[in-house]
């Protein structure tokens, strides 16, 4: 395999609102941070690529778009989806157990081959703790999970958190020969040319 | 998860608010028309919330997994032995894509495109004198070879096909002398010497029509969606019929997707106990109970499906007849083609409307491997619903499952200036999304005050790069 082969994965973010989704993502993508980021960050969906040693992965992120606050996020969010990071907020507990429950839906839902990692957001508040890191990592050793604990406010394991996603997802998969294709408008709307 | 629940003046005693309480608009059911109202008007700026009573998203048009598919039609547990349940996105409204239809620059314009990938539908049939003949898709060559018609008509359905792609109604000299405003349908077919069963082939298999009812009006509206339908032919090749991958449903999704990217909110399971009238009676809110919890959001105009309005808004109009298989094979006598698309001509079989014939299977991640889904419908006739099928289920060969449904359309009786109730038409009985996408726009006419400009791009929002 060549170093230069581009390897494209959908990703796609779980968990309760204001867990801070959006600003990892605003963070990995751009090297941003706004402390009162809107619910929604009003893109489709970001790209990013990671370089490893062997090869290349380029995230397509799909963001919820706050359709998690009702639970309302459409079979299209998952359908595809190599890899997920189900985010928590440290200082928030009912943040960790909605976590769990977004694994297991995610579970139901999503591909059975999905790459997982669960994100304690907000490990800046250190003085606000709630959920332990100990109890974190022994469920995701548990459910076989990538576990870090992450800050979008100073960028800490950030960046690590996306790498080491890369470094799980097979880069041998066979990519699914299928004859779909992308519509795009015609080239030349004049209709009586073709 | 805990939520501040925000408090309002307006809030009866004992009321909480709904979501975020005030919006600009709420959108009752996430049905396609439903969905992309939401969208366009999220793009625009305004707060929209939409509520549906089910668990999924696409109301009457969603495509069901197979335990959906059973609890829907209450035909008990999903068999264990037909595959994987992620599997299959039944559509429970059969329809397909023109290539170059209003729908797909909906998609364009909004670029819901992004989250949607297409395929072809392989093949289009028509049905005659007890037979099924593949539609001439590929120019001359296969005109000539077709069996549907003769030798000397084939070159007079040849000059006619070539007439009808040089029309332009603003330039009269491609008219060819024939005003197409006074000219019927009827009266174009004679001047070419085009038999009936030609004629009949035409109208009800290329230009989609249901009946004969366009046979005396003006040749033109006829002559544009056989333009339609000869430029989507072009456009991607075997038929011009395009479809998405994981099935119809994934349509209101991605317009969902866009209205909540623009800040849309979003309730599935939510059930809507009431809409609110003011003294006036124009609608301005809606109530809902969850647990016990009564809860109120407020807006000044309320779009949505028929079914989530009172009988005085809506009228009935036809009954859609519609019969969903399953099949262990694909559809006999057509190559075994992987998607097709059967139109059999009411008058073919003693009936005034078409019967259409849909089926897909795995190419097109409707169904497990090896199963097929073919969606036989009408427009009910007979008050008997196999009898109005009978001569689209006898095309199917053995069937492993069917699910049979007669459903009511309706319409609105009012345009929704009075009530600010804007409803949308229930789906109709054709096999294209063309009257919908008129609906629509006329839906989107209403609510805004404008016409839908397709030609730019709605969403233009940074950040997919």
């Given amino acids: 395999m060549s170093s230069s082969r581009v390897h494209h994965f959908k990703l796609v973010l779980l968990g309760d609102t204001a867990v801070g989704k959006s600003c990892l993502v605003v963070r990995f993508v751009r090297d941003e941070f706004f402390e009162f980021q809107e619910p929604t960050i009003g893109a489709a969906f970001l790209t990013q690529t990671v370089q490893l040693d062997e090869s290349t992965v380029k995230f397509e992120i799909w963001d919820t778009a706050g359709q998690e606050r009702y639970r309302s996020l459409a079979p299209m969010y998952y359908r595809g989806a190599a890899a997920a990071i189900i985010v928590y907020d440290i200082t928030n507990p009912d943040s960790f157990t909605g976590a769990k429950s977004w694994v297991k839906e995610l579970q139901r839902r999503g591909d059975p081959n999905v790459v997982i990692a669960l994100a304690g957001n907000k490990a800046d508040l250190e003085s606000r703790r709630k959920v332990e890191f100990e109890e974190a990592q022994s469920y995701a050793e548990e459910n076989g999970i990538l576990h870090l604990e992450t800050s979008a406010k100073n960028a800490n394991n950030v960046k690590a958190l996306f790498v080491e996603l890369a470094k799980k997802l097979p880069k041998n998969a066979p990519q699914p020969e299928r004859e779909a294709f992308p519509l795009a408008a015609p080239q030349n709307d004049n209709r009586n040319c073709c | ?56 998203y696409g109301g009457d048009g969603a495509s069901l997994n197979l335990t959906n598919l059973f609890e829907k039609f209450g035909a008990g547990d999903a068999p264990t032995n037909m595959g994987e349940n992620r599997d299959y996105n039944v559509d429970l409204v059969p329809k397909f894509i023109m290539a170059c239809g209003n729908l797909t620059k909906m998609l364009l314009h909004t670029k819901v495109t992004r989250y949607l990938d297409f395929k072809s539908i392989s093949g289009s049939y028509v049905y005659k004198a007890g037979k099924i003949h593949k539609i001439p898709t590929s120019g001359v060559q296969e005109v000539l070879q077709s069996p549907l018609m003769s030798l000397f008509e084939k070159r007079r359905f040849r000059s006619f096909m070539i007439f009808v792609d040089k029309y332009k109604e603003e330039s009269s000299e491609t008219w060819e002398g024939r005003d197409l405003t006074t000219m019927t349908m009827n009266q174009l077919y004679k001047d070419f010497g085009l038999q009936p069963d030609t004629a009949q082939f035409i109208s009800h298999a290329m230009c989609l029509k249901l009946d004969e009812s366009h046979m005396n009006e003006p040749a033109l509206p006829t002559v544009k969606e056989l333009q339609i339908y000869m430029y989507s032919l072009m456009r991607y090749g075997t038929s011009p019929y395009i479809y998405p991958c994981y099935g119809l449903g994934g349509l209101p999704e991605g317009f969902s997707r866009i209205c909540a990217i623009h800040g849309g909110t979003f309730m599935l399971n939510q059930d809507v106990d009431e809409i609110v009238f003011d003294a006036e009676g124009k609608a301005c809110g809606i109530k809902c109970s969850e647990d016990g919890k009564k809860m109120m959001a407020k807006a000044p105009m309320i779009v949505g499906d028929p079914s989530y309005f009172s009988q005085d808004k809506v009228k009935p109009t036809s009954q859609v007849v519609r019969c969903i298989c399953l099949l262990n094979h694909p559809i006999p006598d057509t190559k075994d083609s992987e998607s097709v698309q059967i139109v059999v001509p009411g008058p073919q079989v003693g009936r005034i409307n078409d019967v259409f014939v849909c ?107």
């Fill in chain 2, 359 to 465: 089926s897909m299977g795995n190419s097109l991640q409707v169904t497990a491997p090896g199963v097929y889904v073919a969606i036989v419908s009408t427009i009910s006739e007979k008050h008997d619903p196999d009898e109005d099928l009978a001569s689209g289920l006898r095309l199917l060969g053995p069937i492993l499952k069917r699910f049979t449904s007669v459903s009511q359309q309706y319409e609105p009786v009012a345009d929704g200036t009075s009530d600010n109730c804007y409803i949308s038409k229930s789906f109709d009985a054709t096999s294209h999304f063309e009257n919908d996408c008129d609906d629509l726009l006329s839906l989107y006419k209403r609510v805004t005050g404008e016409e839908l400009d397709l030609s730019i791009n709605a969403d233009s929002v940074e950040g997919d790069y």
């Fill in chain 2, 1 to 56: 998860m805990a939520e501040e629940t925000k408090t309002f003046d307006w809030l009866p005693e004992g009321t909480e608010a709904l979501a975020d309480g005030e919006y600009d608009c709420i959108v009752l059911g996430t049905g396609l028309k439903e969905c992309v109202i939401s969208g366009l008007l999220s793009v625009k700026g305004k707060k929209i919330l939409q509520v549906d009573r089910n668990g999924y």
